[in-house]
């Protein structure tokens, strides 16, 4: 994939969500940036980081669009493993090393998978 220069917005999303615990929506990411960019940009930098294979997104419980940092996209960009949507705290997690399986029946062809897991995450678990 092609890299796309490194701008100061992009290098601070991407810093962001490499640290990050949990996937972040646009808002969240924006609001931890403050001032370093306006909403525009913080989608458009999202856009090519997605393009890049750098970040992907997945939907939460609440229809709600949050990206990750991908963590093993080297040689071709692919999300299939499993995330997990607290119910309590709404945050989302991938869960990296969790085998999820399925079978299509003949005929469908896929073109993006987003495996989701609702429940208590293990810090609301806890409480």
Known sequence: ???I???KAKVEILTLL???LKA???TEIQNFLGDTCDRATVYRVLDRLINEGLVHKVID???VIKYAKCKNCKKAHQHNH???SCEKCHTLTCLEGVQASFELPNGYQI???NFTVIGICPACNSE
């Open 1 to 3: 994939m092609k890299q």
């Open 5 to 7: 220069r490194n701008t």
């Open 18 to 20: 490499q640290t990050s």
């Open 24 to 26: 972040l929506s646009g």
């Open 61 to 63: 419980i609440d229809r």
């Open 82 to 84: 499993l995330h997990f």
């Open 111 to 113: 073109s993006d998978i």
